[in-house]
């Protein structure tokens, strides 16, 4: 289960990566101080990057930047940065042109990315949104041990796929993966995939003016938590 202190940690690194992942694109790649290619190997760079964002801490928006200087406030930075490239964004070289309405706001999906065009949200496959679902259940019955609790794979099947859990489940998953993130471990657009059963709406749009709060994730899980014990067994 959750540590509620590590948890807000990792929701305000998510936001502060995003920031981040905006504001040194916009600044660095769409003025044409690098290359997208450049840029992607520069994140990917993790090492460098981390020296980098110690160097120039103070000249970073306070937004958009580490906690502090420390080396493990830099490094869980670096991590979750990272994970944006591989989870939720596409570099793209020649861009082309676009509009610039923007009316929602989506911390993870790209609702801003018009303004800053050299981003993409990835598109997702068959094959992440499955990867979402064993995630999904594989949270679950982490959860139900971490519980006491015994939850079987036919039971976990039965949650995953009962309409009233999904956003439930799959926000209390994606919080998993946001600590997993902050550690170094991505599993790809399949985080992409679960942000959007819950901070989408059933027309395949942002819901307007959401913004995740780790609040919000363990009461999430408090809902899985009661639904398992509701199966235990089964």
Same mark, same amino acid.
């Given at each position: 289960?959750?540590?509620?202190?590590?948890?807000?940690?990792? !929701?305000?690194?998510?936001?502060?990566?995003?920031?981040? !992942?905006? %504001?040194?694109?916009?600044?660095?790649?769409?003025?044409?101080?690098?290359?997208?290619?450049?840029?992607?190997?520069?994140?990917?760079?993790?090492?460098?990057?981390?020296?980098?964002?110690?160097?120039?801490? !103070?000249?970073?928006?306070?937004?958009?930047?580490?906690?502090?200087?420390? @080396?493990?406030?830099?490094?869980?930075?670096?991590?979750?940065?990272?994970?944006?490239?591989?989870?939720?964004?596409? /570099?793209?070289?020649?861009?082309?042109?676009?509009?610039?309405?923007?009316?929602?706001?989506?911390? $993870?999906?790209?609702?801003?990315?018009?303004?800053?065009?050299? +981003?993409?949200?990835?598109? +997702?496959?068959?094959?992440? =949104?499955?990867?979402?679902?064993?995630?999904? /259940?594989? *949270?679950? =019955?982490? +959860?139900?041990?971490?519980?006491? +609790?015994?939850?079987?794979?036919?039971? $976990?099947?039965?949650?995953?796929?009962?309409?009233?859990?999904?956003?439930?489940?799959?926000?209390?998953?994606?919080?998993?993966?946001?600590?997993?993130?902050?550690?170094?471990?991505?599993?790809?657009?399949? !985080?992409?995939?679960?942000?959007?059963?819950?901070? %989408?709406?059933?027309?395949?749009?942002?819901?307007?003016?959401?913004?995740?709060?780790? @609040? @919000?994730?363990?009461?999430?899980?408090?809902?899985?938590?009661?639904?398992?014990? *509701? /199966?235990?067994?089964?």
């Amino acid at each position: 289960m959750f540590e509620r202190e590590k948890l807000r940690r990792a !929701v305000l690194l998510q936001k502060r990566a995003y920031e981040f !992942v905006k %504001w040194y694109y916009e600044s660095a790649v769409a003025k044409g101080i690098m290359s997208a290619k450049m840029a992607r190997e520069h994140a990917e760079a993790t090492q460098v990057l981390a020296a980098g964002l110690k160097e120039r801490f !103070v000249d970073i928006p306070s937004d958009c930047r580490p906690l502090s200087q420390g @080396d493990e406030d830099i490094q869980s930075f670096v991590n979750m940065l990272s994970s944006y490239l591989s989870a939720s964004f596409d /570099l793209v070289e020649n861009p082309g042109t676009r509009g610039t309405k923007v009316d929602d706001y989506c911390e $993870a999906c790209g609702a801003y990315l018009l303004a800053a065009p050299h +981003l993409r949200p990835k598109k +997702l496959s068959r094959h992440d =949104k499955m990867k979402a679902r064993k995630l999904k /259940l594989t *949270c679950l =019955k982490r +959860l139900a041990q971490d519980a006491g +609790l015994v939850l079987s794979d036919q039971a $976990a099947e039965t949650l995953v796929d009962a309409p009233e859990m999904r956003e439930a489940i799959a926000m209390t998953t994606y919080g998993e993966q946001l600590l997993f993130r902050m550690d170094g471990q991505v599993e790809g657009p399949a !985080v992409l995939a679960l942000w959007r059963e819950f901070a %989408w709406n059933s027309t395949g749009s942002p819901k307007k003016g959401f913004k995740l709060d780790a @609040d @919000d994730i363990l009461r999430s899980q408090e809902t899985a938590l009661n639904a398992i014990s *509701c /199966l235990e067994g089964a």
